[in-house]
């Protein structure tokens, strides 16, 4: 008879992969020995956070344990930020931040990208497999949602996660919340909703009632969303999503002042926060509080040095606020900076560009001006004309301003057509065209685009209802050629092509074609609820 009690780690270790990632090595040798211990047989170590990366984008890990401290480079709140962006860990991997450290901005800003656990030195035997063990139990119930996430199937997700939520596991607030996520970003906001008050009913969770105001924000109920977030952060101070949230709210609604207050309450709270610094920069530049965004693009570029949430766009609006400052030598150096930064990336060209653009005006050089002008043309002709609608208003009306008329208003022309449902942008372009006097053409040709827009809809989806489908199809894809980013368009040839494959039966061409136009559709605006619908009947 075997008296031995099996330790229910080694079950669980057994076919992990586990990293450790620490700059000291007698502390990976300490970590990897008491893994060993305990059941772990594929163990890869990392000595920084350079090396750490590399390791994670050739593996899949089960398990990390990373020190916050790594050296010279990346810190461990960089490294997990990278994981994470680039979807190198999924939600069943189980990651332990491990430091010395106790500073509370250290702290606040590690915990803000969510490690499943912190630990600080100095660790024990017992206390880590403890840990450990808790852990990973409650992980393995999460790798079948894992894998459909991956796949980017969300229906099956979702049901990967009914299945669990049937067996009452003991991490059951976890897959309740990332149930209610993947039903947020599909769309699904009743359901999403449901699932929040379910959980609402029970006790007041804070991130069940965020997620409430989410689905709130998305039916543009600003003001019952802002009443619950208000709630989230009385009874949560630290509860930092709350804030972000709120603030993205109230800019919805207008209201600049409060969302300002909002980001600088939180970043006092946890100033390592690349993001949230990022955004309280944009805020204040908007508001004309030149100090304070200086203050916060500093503070932002400062702790992305090593980071993957590194902007270009940072650098071009810090140079920005150093010209409106009339501190011109380090507005051109922020963008040499930038240049250097980011010399491989088009996109981070253009915004630099069009930032040089107006450095060079307020230094009184038209000419350096207008061939910094002609440069970001030419970089956006490249890019396709497929930037985000903030850096080609940005880009337009830098164009006003040194009189190219003609050539911004072909720019904003081309944005309101792609975006011809959405007031609020139709609104920022207004906004352009009155800071140039040119408000009553700009009112024209925003009216007269999103009427162009919804004529060629509503035709295309007149002649599919007359059984023409070819002559609709053929409508709507030059339609769609001409205005990419246009979400009513393609998923109106979306319907029209899937319509027509089921009445003459499947064509691989066509089957693929709805595949891309639903993939970037999906880019556009995830939580559309056409997408599912429309998957769903390729599928059938």
């Given at each position: ?6 330790n229910?780690?080694?079950r669980m270790l057994k076919d ?5 990632i620490?700059?000291f ?27 750490a990366m590399?390791?994670l984008r ?12 790594l050296g010279?480079?990346?810190n ?8 994470k962006?680039?979807q190198y ?11 010395a450290?106790k ?8 915990a803000e990208?969510?490690p499943?656990?912190?630990?600080l030195?100095p660790?024990?035997?017992d206390?880590l497999e403890?840990?450990?063990?808790k852990?990973i139990?409650?992980?393995r119930t999460?790798?079948?949602i ?7 199937d969300f229906?099956?997700?979702?049901a ?12 059951l ?10 039903l947020?970003?599909?769309g699904?906001?009743d359901?999403?909703a ?14 069940a ?10 039916r543009k109920e600003?003001d019952?969303?802002?009443?619950l977030?208000q ?7 630290i509860?930092?999503e ?7 709210v ?6 600049t002042t409060q ?8 970043t006092?709270l ?9 955004n309280l920069g944009?805020?204040?530049?908007k508001?004309?509080?030149l ?22 766009a ?14 011109d030598?380090?507005a051109?150096?922020?963008l ?13 060209g253009l ?13 009184g050089?038209?000419?350096?001006a ?19 609608p903030a ?8 164009m ?5 008329t003609?050539g911004?208003t ?8 792609n ?6 942008l139709a609104?920022q ?5 009155e ?7 700009g009112?024209?040709?925003?009216e007269?685009?999103r009427?162009?827009v ?6 295309g ?8 489908y070819?002559?609709?199809i053929?409508l709507?894809r030059?339609?769609?050629?001409e ?9 109106n ?5 899937i ?29 559309n609820?056409k997408l599912?619908?429309?998957s ?5």
């Amino acid at each position: 008879m075997n008296l031995i009690k099996e330790n229910p780690l080694d079950r669980m270790l057994k076919d992990a992969n586990i990293l450790v990632i620490d700059d000291f090595q007698g502390m990976r040798t300490m970590l990897r020995n008491i893994i060993k211990d305990i059941g772990g047989i594929k163990i890869d170590t990392a000595a920084n956070g350079r090396e750490a990366m590399g390791q994670l984008r050739g593996t899949r890990y089960d398990l990390v344990i990373c020190d916050y401290n790594l050296g010279p480079g990346p810190n461990g709140q960089h490294v997990l930020e990278e994981a994470k962006l680039n979807q190198y860990i999924g939600p069943s991997c189980v990651w332990v931040m491990v430091t010395a450290e106790k500073t509370s901005d250290m702290v606040m800003g590690a915990a803000e990208i969510k490690p499943d656990d912190y630990i600080l030195k100095p660790i024990n035997h017992d206390t880590l497999e403890s840990r450990l063990e808790k852990l990973i139990a409650r992980k393995r119930t999460l790798s079948a949602i894992e894998s459909a996430v991956r796949a980017k199937d969300f229906p099956a997700a979702i049901a990967a996660c009914d299945q669990r939520i049937q067996e009452r596991p003991p991490n059951l607030q976890e897959i309740l919340r990332i149930k209610a996520d993947l039903l947020l970003d599909s769309g699904r906001l009743d359901d999403a909703a449901k699932v929040f008050d379910t959980v609402l009913a029970q006790r007041s969770v804070p991130w069940a009632k965020t997620g409430l105001a989410k689905v709130h924000f998305q039916r543009k109920e600003f003001d019952t969303a802002i009443g619950l977030l208000q709630e989230v952060i009385a009874d949560n101070r630290i509860y930092m999503e709350a804030y972000d949230w709120l603030a993205k709210v109230l800019q919805a609604k207008g209201d600049t002042t409060q969302a300002l207050q909002v980001l600088q309450n939180a970043t006092q709270l946890s100033p390592n926060a690349a993001v949230r610094q990022k955004n309280l920069g944009d805020v204040a530049y908007k508001s004309g509080d030149l100090d304070l965004a200086q203050k916060a693009f500093e503070k932002n570029i400062k702790i992305t040095e090593f980071s993957p949430t590194k902007s270009a766009a940072v650098y071009a609006n810090l140079a920005k606020v150093y010209s409106g400052k009339k501190m011109d030598s380090d507005a051109l150096g922020m963008l040499a900076r930038s240049k250097k930064e980011f010399r491989d990336d088009p996109v981070a060209g253009l915004e630099t560009a069009i930032a040089e653009s107006m450095v060079y005006r307020g230094m009184g050089q038209e000419d350096k001006a207008k061939e910094a002008m002609e440069q970001a043309h030419k970089l956006n002709q490249e890019l396709g004309n497929k930037v985000q609608p903030a850096l080609s208003m940005e880009m337009a009306q830098a164009m006003l301003q040194s009189g190219q008329t003609e050539g911004a208003t072909a720019l904003l022309r081309s944005l309101v057509k792609n975006h011809h449902d959405n007031p609020a942008l139709a609104a920022q372009v207004q906004q352009v065209f009155e800071s140039a006097s040119l408000g009553e053409q700009g009112r024209a040709l925003i009216e007269r685009s999103r009427q162009e827009v919804v004529d060629i809809n509503n035709q295309g989806v007149s002649l599919g209802r007359e059984g023409r489908y070819e002559e609709a199809i053929a409508l709507l894809r030059q339609a769609q050629q001409e205005l990419p980013e246009n979400e009513t368009v393609l998923l109106n040839l979306c319907g029209l092509l899937i319509v027509h494959i089921k009445r003459n039966g499947p064509q691989e061409a066509l089957e693929t074609e709805v595949r891309e136009l639903l993939r970037h559709a999906q880019a556009i605006n995830p939580a559309n609820r056409k997408l599912q619908e429309y998957s769903a009947a390729l599928a059938r």
